[in-house]
């Protein structure tokens, strides 16, 4: 190191230089490898097959079971679920979709409703299932126990004859639908018009080899043996695999290979995996994450994704065809945090690390360019800036290095117009000129000097050039401009701009962007000092910005507090994709200005967690339309009982089918999936039920959909997956069916309508008979009233009329009897003229009741003694009574009162008169709560049940009732008789 350079470096400072490389090539980048095992759900992690079926779902097969993964969760079976044995060793599906398992005890279909079992011997160990295909015409043969077998109308046939060549290893059929087999000793065997052809692999010694494997590709078959790689063309002889040196390589065993429809080659080696495509071979380790060394077997699913099998206990690891590809610690760096990325002037790349120092690439080898400083290495690294052949390096609070490839400048404040010694920022202009911001103002490095502009002491964090003499600052306090070494405001009037701190510019479509710290992205058309923002209202996943490049495609591509964004322009305005994990970058934080667009086209972004690559130009794999499953129902949160509600279930997920769901029962969950494992993170879904909506929901990643209280009526719920907003051609139809209760079915609903007609016509016909009915009442009424005018002539006739004429015939009687005497004779005369005199009397008591004169209680009883006096005048029986008092006149009755009570007592005096044989009677009267009228004899009495009753106890009743008065009557044979008459006041 010259003296001179020495001399510049303050004495407690010293750098030294040691340049070091790893062995690891950049081709071996990191790929976007997932390991599985049984932590995430596998049934068993040494793996011998895989297969993928018309769903999209992986099966894969292991030494202690069945896997099938869906990208999210795994489901596993085993010999508790009807599997013959638990190691698997094969698997195809069939042109039915059924699932064929080879296992150590024999083949197994699986339908997605039951597995069948396939035995080739009673003893299990001659069941021991090697090698298995399928033939285009559906078949399935197999090797058990170095036999071949055909399975034929759902039946194990062996086929003969047999080529008795000693161990067969593998079976399978070739570009022209014949059967083949190898065996031990190297030897092939086609199956031509029912014999088999031998025919040997050249040049390589019959005794030691083994061929592991075969694949099919068009007319090309590559045979994986322990002796390397080989492959024949058509009928052309086999040949060893030498391009690129494969074979010279290594020497151990190749156990699987298989083809991309991108044109790569994956090969699978007990030394890990190998990839050759048009840049050669590459060969992947724990480098790239495939943490171990057997590799059993590979796979190439729909989506161009390549599955590797682990026969060491590690499970299986899915490498997806994503578009970023990783440079982390594996690869040799030193830290994952990565802070500036530059290219030199020889091609060499830079790469700046916080915790890891510096490191460069050069020839695909990763280099450490160890910084010692004060006798300690310095790892922090702040910044990076490559212009030509000068590497500036912004250490953390240690000032400022420059590299020109053969000697060192350190800058500090003590020994340089450096503002600070904590740098954030590094910037070229046109003029060569290097500005460097720090946390405490603005400088720039010209001639070899540095100088510090006027009143420039805000913490800078970004420059951009924007004229001779002019440039942008980004600050603590937002832009300025800097023109002529003075700064100034900027010539805007947007406000967002003169606070808004700014990370970083670039120069693009005539504007300037600008990546800033909570406002987005600004656009800014300095001309015009237009101004427009994308922001997360416009679809960014973060407002903050770290880093922007014009990408080789056109398209704008930001480094943001969270991922990549890419930006394009379109008519209708700008279109921001935001990349994720399954484009192989997973959640991160890119990091300030850590961008580099590489002359390969590929753009380099420094993250948190080490480089990401990305290539707008790769070539892209078509696609394979998405297509939703099933998985699950559920009813009220829980899953529901197929035999309860369905006759059916669907094949595979056991998903009850063409529900049929009571009207309350109708809290419904649908839970589906289009499976995809390079794109799962990219998928969306739509969906609507066809019976109860128009348009499909707005496009959601959730994998799921509920209704609550769904009507009654039948519907399908139709479900579509979205790959990057793009709907695919595949959709989901569910039928199901919610019954309406018995009253909202069209039957009821038509009993209901028949009923009311009825009910109609019924009312109709009701009112028609209440009409006559009630005409009929009305004239019934007059009827009654009538009947009623007349019974009462009748009572009354008979009370007062039919006494007195009674009385006159008796007299008339006794006249007849008489001695005929002028004297007797004018007696018996002058009776019948009294009782002539009582009858009109009597008519009097009739228009008595009808005077309101006389509507008390007293004149009432009063005139009743005055009857009953003259009743008893002239008989033996002594009459008596108690109870009429002044007081009585205060109790009104009613007309209607006083001539019932009158007519009821007249009629029991008469009756003690005329059919009791007393010696007396007592009339009795109190008046309290209510009115008590006793009539009480000591005559002979009658036994009310027997004796036969006349008009008078009927109408004394009839009566009674007419007045709502009680009317009780007591008699006994020989024991007198009492009539109590009771009106309530």
């Given amino acids: 190191m010259p003296n001179y350079f020495l001399n510049r470096i303050s004495k407690n400072t010293r750098l030294f230089v040691v340049l070091t490389f790893s062995c690891l090539k950049l081709a071996s980048q990191n790929l976007l490898i997932h390991n599985y095992n049984v932590d995430e759900g596998l049934i068993q992690s040494q793996v011998n097959a895989f297969c993928q079926d018309a769903d999209g779902y992986t099966w894969i097969g292991t030494y202690g079971g069945l896997s099938r993964f869906d990208g999210s969760a795994f489901t596993n079976f085993s010999t508790a679920d009807g599997l013959p044995d638990n190691y698997i060793s094969a698997l195809t599906i069939d042109h039915e979709g059924a699932l064929w398992c080879g296992t150590a005890n024999g083949l197994s279909r699986y339908n997605g409703k039951k597995i069948t079992n396939y035995f080739f ?184 994704n390549t599955w590797i099998g682990s026969a060491g206990g590690e499970g299986f690891f899915l490498y997806t065809n994503a578009p970023f590809k990783n440079i982390n610690e594996f690869n040799g760096l030193s830290s994952n945090n990565i802070r500036g990325i530059g290219k030199d002037a020889s091609g060499t790349i830079w790469i700046a690390t916080y915790g890891g120092g510096l490191h460069y690439i050069k020839k695909d080898k ?24 000068d590497i500036w390096i912004a250490l953390d609070g240690k000032g400022l290095i420059k590299y020109n490839g053969t000697s060192l400048v350190h ?146 591509y930001a480094g943001t507090g969270r991922g990549v964004h890419a930006i394009s322009a379109g008519t209708d305005g700008y279109k921001i994709k935001v990349f994720n994990k399954s484009d192989g970058l997973p959640a991160l934080e890119c990091n300030r200005q850590a961008i580099f667009l590489n002359d390969d086209s590929t753009i380099w972004f420094g993250t948190s967690k080490g480089i990401f690559l990305f290539n707008p130009f790769r070539q892209e794999v078509p696609h394979v339309q998405l297509k939703p499953v099933m998985q699950s129902v559920e009813l009220f949160s829980k899953p529901i009982v197929r035999s309860k509600y369905a006759d059916s279930a669907d094949q595979w997920n056991h998903v009850p089918w063409l529900l049929r769901l009571p009207y309350n029962q109708n809290n419904l969950s649908f839970y589906f999936k289009a499976i995809s494992f390079a794109n799962n993170e990219r998928i969306s879904y739509q969906y609507y039920i066809d019976g109860l909506e128009q348009t499909w929901s707005a496009p959601s990643t959730l994998n799921f959909a509920s209704y609550n209280s769904l009507p009654p009526g039948s519907y399908v719920l139709k479900v579509r997956a979205l790959l990057n907003g793009i709907p695919s051609g595949h959709i989901l139809e569910y039928p199901f069916e ?53 019974q009462r002539m009748a009572e009354d006739f008979h009370d007062e009329m039919g006494n007195k004429i009674t009385r006159i015939n008796l007299l008339t009687e006794v006249l ?146 007419r007045i709502n008065a009680g009317l009780v009557i007591n008699s006994k044979k020989n024991g007198g008789t009492s009539i109590k008459l009771t009106l309530t006041l």
Wanted: glycine content about 6%; some cysteine.
């Fill in 121 to 304: 011997s009673k003893d299990p160990a001659k069941n021991y299932v090697t090698g298995m295909a399928l033939h285009p015409d559906g078949t399935i043969w197999c090797i058990a126990s170095q036999h071949i077998y055909e399975i034929k109308n759902n039946k194990a046939v062996e086929f003969s004859p047999s080529p008795h060549i000693g161990n067969l290893n593998h079976i399978y059929v070739n570009y022209n639908g014949n059967v083949c087999i190898t065996a031990t000793q190297g030897t092939l065997y086609e199956l031509r018009y029912g014999k088999w052809e031998p025919e040997s692999i050249n040049g390589i010694s019959q005794n030691s080899l083994t061929i592991y494997n075969l694949y099919i590709e068009g007319d090309r078959t590559w045979f994986c043996t322990n002796k390397g790689l080989y492959y024949k063309e058509g009928n052309h002889p086999v040949l060893a695999y030498e391009q690129f040196g494969f074979n010279k390589i290594f020497s151990n065993t190749v156990t699987d290979i298989k083809k991309t429809r991108a044109g790569v080659y994956w090969i699978a080696t007990e030394n890990g995996v190998y990839t050759i495509d048009k840049k050669g071979l590459h060969h992947y380790t724990k480098s790239n994450g495939i943490t171990l060394s057997k590799i059993s077997t590979l796979f190439i699913d729909r989506e161009d």
């Fill in 411 to 556: 800058f500090l404040p003590s020994n340089s117009l450096l503002p600070s010694k904590y740098i954030f920022s590094l910037y070229a202009d046109s003029q060569k000129r290097i500005w460097i911001g720090s946390g405490e103002g603005v400088a720039v490095y010209s001639d070899g000097q540095i100088k510090k502009p006027d009143h420039s002491n805000n913490a800078a964090f970004s420059f951009e050039e924007i004229g001779k003499d002019s440039l942008l600052i980004g600050n603590m306090f937002g832009l300025q401009l800097m023109h002529n070494y003075k700064l100034a405001d900027i010539p805007s009037n947007h406000p967002v701009l003169k606070k808004a701190i700014v990370y970083c510019f670039l120069k693009a479509e005539n504007k300037l962007w600008l990546g800033t710290d909570n406002n987005g992205i600004l656009i800014w058309d300095i001309k015009t000092d237009s101004l427009q923002a994308l922001t997360t209202k416009n679809g960014m996943s973060t407002n903050l910005v770290y880093s922007l490049v014009k990408g080789p495609d056109g398209l704008i």
């Fill in 738 to 790: 919610i019954k309406a209760p018995f009253y909202a079915t069209v039957y009821f609903k038509a009993a209901i309508i028949i009923l009311l007609i009825s009910l109609g016509f019924f009312i109709q016909f009701t009112r028609n008979i209440y009409q006559r009915r009630k005409l009929l009442q009305l004239e019934n009424i007059r009827k009654e009233e009538q009947k009623s005018l007349k």
């Fill in 816 to 961: 007849k009897t008489k001695e005929a005497t002028s004297q007797s004779t004018n007696i018996i005369l002058d009776q019948i003229k009294d009782n002539a005199g009582e009858l009109y009397t009597g008519t009097n008591d009739i228009i008595w009741s009808l005077n309101v004169e006389s509507d008390n209680l007293f004149d009432t009883m009063e005139r009743l003694l005055q009857f009953a006096r003259q009743l008893f005048e002239d008989s033996s029986i002594l009459f008596s009574y108690t109870g009429l008092a002044p007081g009585l006149e205060k109790i009104k009755l009613s007309s209607e009162q006083r001539r019932n009570i009158m007519m009821i007592l007249k009629e029991a005096l008469n009756n003690s008169l005329k059919h009791s044989g007393a010696h007396y009677v007592k009339l009795e009267i109190a008046s309290e709560k209510n009115i008590i009228v006793m009539l009480t004899d000591d005559g002979t009495g009658f036994e009310i049940t027997t004796t036969k009753k006349g008009h008078g106890i009927e109408n004394m009743k009839r009566r009674a009732e």
């Fill in 366 to 389: 990763i280099n450490t360019f160890p910084i010692v400083v004060d006798r300690h290495t310095s790892t922090n690294i702040n910044t990076l800036l490559v212009k030509d052949n």
